[in-house]
Nanobody
């Protein structure tokens, strides 16, 4: 059984940082692309980051580029999302996912994909 479990969400002030973690079982992150996507209330799901390949090639959506960093620990089968300079618009439930590859980006936004596996999410609230 494949399980992805996110952790690290919470309440943070604007300008602050959080680090999200994703623990995988039943699937090896080395064999898949790892995605982070988010969904805010009343908004469409947005894929924001992807890491893939033996060399850990990373891609980020324009909305989080230079603020968020995705990484992966193959030995621990973990993935992470370091989020800096958080703004209220980053408030959302954040999900970790594994997919066959990184989705293409068009004009700085990832195209929609239905991931092969994803977790239940962790809530991030950016507010003063």
């Amino acid at each position: 059984e494949v399980q992805l479990v996110e952790s690290g969400g919470g309440l943070v002030q604007p300008g602050g940082s959080l680090r999200l973690s994703c623990a995988a079982s039943g699937v090896s992150f080395r064999d898949y692309a790892v995605l982070w996507f988010r969904q805010a209330p009343g908004k469409d799901r947005e894929t924001i980051s992807c890491i893939v390949g033996d060399d850990g090639f990373t891609m980020h959506a324009e909305s989080v580029k230079d603020r968020f960093t995705i990484s992966r620990d193959d030995a621990a089968n973990m993935a992470y999302l370091q989020m800096n300079s958080l703004i209220p618009e980053d408030t959302a439930v954040y999900y970790c996912a594994a997919h066959t590859g990184c989705p293409p980006r068009v004009h700085g936004r990832f195209t929609y994909v239905e991931p092969s596996f994803w977790g239940k999410g962790t809530l991030v609230t950016v507010s003063s």
